[in-house]
């Protein structure tokens, strides 16, 4: 049976790396019979978290900011997979998909205790270095993050070694990313 897939792709390039390794994923993921519902967070309006605690009261639109979120919420509350996509900033993932997902609190704020919805998640990531060192703070914060929101890790696909916008074209790891996809 096939699950639902949300995309947070965190990429300010349109036609970049990651877009490209979401891309190949996507194909692999539609193969398998799949839904993928991507979300190119770059050409959202998306604001920051306010910390005001208030969300929660409206289930069908939980924050109290309206923006581009409200396109993301009911995809994610319907989600079985949530993936995020991000290139590689400062040993992190970027300001785009950071802010995305701290809104995504105001879901668990319809919950007692802001318990966040269970779901499966995957990281996909480019990167211009590509040792273990170089990705060590992003895989401890990813796995972190899963430990704390209860959330089963289904794996990542680290581009490494991709700086120019399209280096990834070719490269091995686009059909690793198909395959994961395709795996699910």
């Not at 096939?2 to 190949?24: F, Q, W, Y």
């Not at 950071?98 to 609190?105: G, I, P, Q, S, V």
Request: with cysteine; hydrophobic share 40%; aromatic share 10%.
């Amino acid at each position: 049976m096939g699950k639902n897939i949300v995309i947070l792709n965190g990429s300010p390039r349109s036609r970049g790396n990651t877009a490209m390794l979401c891309d190949a994923f996507t194909q692999g993921a539609q193969s398998a019979g799949h839904t993928v519902t991507r979300f190119d967070l770059q050409k959202m309006d998306i604001h920051g978290c306010l910390g005001c605690v208030k969300g929660g009261k409206d289930p069908a639109s939980p924050c109290v900011q309206k923006d581009g979120m409200t396109a993301i919420y009911p995809a994610y509350k319907a989600a079985d997979i949530v993936v995020l996509a991000s290139p590689l900033y400062y040993w992190g993932v970027s300001g785009q998909l950071k802010t995305a997902f701290d809104r995504l609190f105001a879901v668990a704020e319809c919950n007692p205790g802001y318990e966040n919805p269970k779901k499966d998640c995957a990281l996909i990531m480019a990167a211009e270095g590509n040792s273990a060192d170089n990705w060590k703070p992003v895989l401890d914060y990813y796995h972190a993050l899963l430990g704390f929101l209860g959330w089963k890790d289904l794996g990542q696909v680290l581009a490494g070694g991709v700086f120019e916008a399209g280096a990834v074209a070719g490269q091995p790891v686009l059909q690793e990313a198909f395959r994961f996809g395709a795996a699910l």
